[in-house]
């Protein structure tokens, strides 16, 4: 296995939406097939992974299953989330999966050490996303794979319209980039790629549509949630952007628009293959 980082390095950034349950119970609903179906025609059983960025473990146990726990690395920037991602993968069996704590802007492992990293989400976080692609490159093999997805918030489309919804993506814009991250990361990628130093850089790109009653649920129950508690919710009363009334009536309105019978959301993701 590649060598353990020895230190805990910070990103530099805040992460905007935390660790709470709105946000966990979200991402926990992510899989290798509904967030990685990009990669998964590239790998097989025996390859060398890195995954950055790994949350809350469910992605990483998919990918985990295809290339053997043995061959995975997860990578966490503290404690904190690496606990979550250990916790999911002794859930699913998969405690040979090793989770690490480091900075993706500088990896604390040997160059060509992994097949393939992979990172979902992640970049728009980061205040130096084209230092952690060049440091995914340069950890990479020769001919293995870089793999990336990140949303862009600003190609998000909704309807019914709904104010409320409309002033949560103003803010979460403002706050986002506040905290050093780029949130439309992904129309972003296919250019970051090339200033990272790859060549040979296929561009994509996907979304998650919310429009059944269930998935609609979710998607406004994890807005609201995030709305009233945590990180992004104190950020917002901290800096005087939105008090709790304000906060409150938008995550009502995500309910209204989620209970109406023709509500729609989709999602935009930009996606990058790139090959070392």
Known sequence: MPTTPSSTPSSGAAYTHGYGAAVLDSHR??????????????LRNGQRL?????????????????????????????????????AELQRQGLAEVEVVVGDAQ????????FDVVHAHQVLQHLP????????ARRVTRPGGIVAVRDSDYEGFRWF???????????????AARANGGTPDAGRRLLAWAHEAGFEDVEPGASTWLHATPESRAAWAAT????????????????????????????????????ANEDGWFALLHGEVIARA
Do not use: K
């Open 223 to 258: 807005c609201a949630g995030r709305l009233t508690a945590g990180p992004f919710a104190d950020q917002l009363e901290r800096e005087g952007w939105a008090d709790a009334a304000e906060r409150g009536a938008m995550a009502e309105d995500f309910r209204r628009w989620a």
């Open 160 to 174: 019914p319209e709904a104010p409320g919804v409309d002033r949560w993506r103003e803010l979460y814009l403002r």
């Open 106 to 113: 500088a990896l604390a492992f040997e160059s060509d050490a």
């Open 128 to 135: 130096r996303p084209v230092a952690a692609l060049a440091e």
């Open 50 to 86: 890195l995954d950055v960025g790994s949350g809350a473990g469910t992605i990483t146990g998919g990918l985990a299953r295809i290339v053997g726990p043995r061959n995975v690395t997860a990578l966490e920037v503290g404690e904190e989330a690496a606990a979550l991602t250990r």
């Open 29 to 42: 609903a992510r899989t290798a097939e509904n967030s990685a179906a990009h990669l998964l025609p590239q």
